[in-house]
């Protein structure tokens, strides 16, 4: 299985300023990967789906980069509702497989 | 819009079962292949099972293989998890989501809130 490896494991960021979350997978994802955000005590959303392409009312601060092996979530000005846990998630090959998570902190 | 609901969650000791439910509303059910997603406390997501549409093929990671079952009731709209055999690593919030598929595979779209399973003596 593809193995997906997130990092840093923390951020800390400052509101107003942009955080680069990076997603490294264990052989070609091609561009079949998602970003999950998951607050405190609640379920994952969906951002990020086809590498690039934002979710239904996802806000246009957050873009998706990158194929094959190398994948990049970008936050260009972070809001204070921003600051969770990011996961990807790569769906090229079966079985679909997680990453550890990237948490972003207030710095 | 969508909804799921978990339910069915709660303690079990090692080697019992539970039956987790997931009543899926604002879409047409039977259209979509579901998943059941877990989350041990403090870590990060692990995939468990999947089912088609039609409930005609199932999908397991080997963590819960032969011992886990996925099925779906299109007439209710509700997705199931039968767990048998369990152990404390099974531990987790248990999380219902909806696929989409895109190329090759599947990504989730909409979860639910999620039903904590806590296997313990």
């Known amino acids: 299985e593809i193995v997906m490896t997130q990092s840093p494991v923390t951020l800390s960021v400052s509101p107003g300023e942009r955080a680069t979350l990076s997603c490294r997978a264990s052989?070609?994802?091609?561009?079949?990967l998602a970003w999950y955000q998951q607050k405190p005590g609640q379920a994952p959303r969906l951002l990020i789906y086809?590498?690039?392409t934002r979710a239904t009312g996802i806000p246009a601060r957050f873009s998706g980069s990158g194929s094959g092996t190398e994948f990049t979530l970008t936050i260009s000005s972070l809001q204070s509702e921003d600051f969770a846990v990011y996961y990807c998630?790569?769906?090229?090959?079966?079985?679909?497989?997680f990453g550890g998570g990237t948490k972003v902190e207030i710095k | 819009e969508v909804q799921l609901l978990e339910s069915g969650g709660g303690l079990v000791q090692p080697g019992g079962s539970l039956r987790l439910s997931c009543a899926a509303s604002?879409?047409?059910?039977?259209?979509?292949?579901m998943t059941w997603v877990r989350q041990a406390p403090g870590k990060g997501l692990e995939w468990v099972s999947s089912?088609?549409?039609?409930?005609?093929?199932?999908y397991f990671a080997d963590s819960v293989k032969g011992r886990f079952t996925i099925s779906r009731d299109n007439s209710k709209n509700t997705l199931y998890l039968q767990m048998n055999s369990l152990r404390a690593e099974d531990t987790a919030v248990y999380y219902c989501?909806?696929?989409?598929?895109?190329?090759?595979?599947?990504?989730?779209?909409?979860w639910g809130q999620g039903t904590l399973v806590t296997v313990s003596s």
């Open positions: 989501a909806k696929e989409m598929y895109a190329a090759a595979g599947y990504y989730f779209d909409d």
């Open positions: 604002g879409f047409t059910f039977s259209s979509y292949a």
């Open positions: 089912i088609s549409g039609s409930g005609g093929s199932t």
């Open positions: 052989q070609s994802a091609s561009s079949n």
């Open positions: 086809g590498a690039s």
């Open positions: 998630q790569q769906y090229n090959i079966w079985p679909q497989t």
